[in-house]
């Protein structure tokens, strides 16, 4: 068995300790928290020294979660301007989307993970729309579990939006490790009810999706009008497979 303590040590289901022990087993598995030595002592009924227990000044913590990541987009920190409102970002993510080489990405993903390490992250929700981060996953220390979105503004991209997506799936399941993933929608609004069919009888154990980020969303549903009726008009998407029924989208998204 293996002892450290620090100055504050942070458990899952209690309140922080002054002085706290955590024991782990040799592979590094948590046994048990203790609130100090003496009640460690005496839950093993031997007599742990003090010298036998790292110590570190600080807070000693579980390892955090990135629930909602887009690892493979970070080559573009810094290149997307600020509030811009979604409309504006999803225009300037769009033309800048695929800047940069191969190389270039790839780095920048590898940077990106090493820094999620160093800052104590331990399991990532992650957001793909490509295959480009499954190789650094499959040898990553971290543990993945892969969102693959899936969006379609007509249903006459439905199949081969679903197709492509599947493919992602077959080859991130065959990685021997990092393997976890589901088939996720976008958001409400950049779903069909063809789409959303496909992805419910897909039945994932886990679901992303982005949802109500800005009240633009809701007019969408309640009025079908707005910044973002507006936005898809102009790019040639009417997104007819919104029906405005004077409920905000969380109500209907879940409708198919």
């Not at 458990?11 to 030595?37: H, Q, R, Y």
């Not at 955090?64 to 999803?90: D, M, Q």
């Not at 790019?235 to 109500?251: D, E, F, P, S, W």
Request: proline share 3%.
């Amino acid at each position: 068995m293996k002892f450290y303590s620090a100055d504050i040590v942070f458990p899952i289901c209690s309140t922080p300790l002054k002085d706290g022990i955590v024991v782990m087993d040799n592979s590094g598995v948590v046994i048990d928290v203790f609130e100090n030595i003496a009640f460690l002592n005496n839950a093993l009924q031997i007599q742990i020294e003090p010298s036998v227990i790292e110590k570190f000044h600080g807070i000693l913590t579980p390892g955090f979660i990135n629930s909602h990541c887009h690892l493979e987009l970070s080559h573009l920190k810094g290149r997307i301007s600020k509030h811009n409102k979604l409309t504006g970002f999803i225009k300037e993510l769009i033309s800048v989307r695929k800047q940069g080489e191969n190389e270039e990405v790839l780095d920048a993903i590898k940077s990106a993970e090493k820094n999620m390490f160093n800052d104590g992250i331990v399991a990532i929700g992650d957001i793909s729309n490509t295959s480009i981060t499954f190789p650094i996953k499959n040898e990553s220390d971290l543990l993945y579990h892969t969102f693959i979105e899936v969006f379609d503004l007509s249903e006459l991209n439905t199949e081969k939006t679903w197709n492509t997506a599947k493919e992602l799936e077959g080859m991130l399941k065959s990685n021997n490790r990092n393997s976890k993933c589901s088939i996720s929608p976008h958001s409400p609004y950049s779903v069909t009810p063809f789409l959303f069919q496909k992805i419910n009888k897909n039945k994932a154990s886990l679901i992303s999706i982005h949802n109500q980020e800005t009240e633009s969303e809701n007019i969408l549903f309640e009025t079908g009008s707005g910044d973002l009726k507006s936005f898809f008009e102009a790019t040639g998407n009417n997104l007819v497979h919104i029906k405005a029924n004077g409920k905000i989208q969380y109500r209907t998204m879940y409708h198919y």
